[in-house]
């Protein structure tokens, strides 16, 4: 019997940093390119236990959809 191998390219990740600018305290995410950034924005608030609707997340200036991939 024989196996087919299949080779997996490695995801491309990037590292985040998040910024509270209430509490100047920073958080570092390594994250693939194709990760949702709600995902992140959700694990922040879930961490710092605050509501994720209460918030506004800057990613290169200006405030994006959650849809937007890193």
Same mark, same amino acid.
């Not at 209430?22 to 959700?42: C, F």
């Given at each position: 019997?024989?196996?087919?191998?299949? %080779?997996? *390219?490695? #995801?491309?990740? +990037? $590292? /985040?940093?998040? $910024? =509270? @600018?209430?509490?100047?305290?920073? !958080?570092?995410?390594? +994250?693939?390119?194709?990760?949702? @950034?709600?995902? @992140?924005? /959700?694990? &922040? %608030? #879930?961490?710092? =236990? @605050? !509501? &994720?609707? $209460?918030?506004?997340? +800057?990613? =290169?200036?200006? *405030?994006?959809? =959650?849809?937007? $991939? *890193?």
């Amino acid at each position: 019997m024989m196996r087919s191998k299949r %080779c997996r *390219a490695p #995801q491309e990740k +990037i $590292t /985040l940093k998040v $910024t =509270n @600018l209430e509490d100047e305290g920073k !958080d570092v995410y390594e +994250i693939g390119v194709h990760v949702h @950034l709600e995902r @992140l924005m /959700l694990d &922040y %608030c #879930q961490r710092r =236990n @605050l !509501d &994720y609707t $209460t918030l506004s997340f +800057i990613f =290169n200036g200006s *405030a994006g959809p =959650n849809e937007d $991939t *890193a």
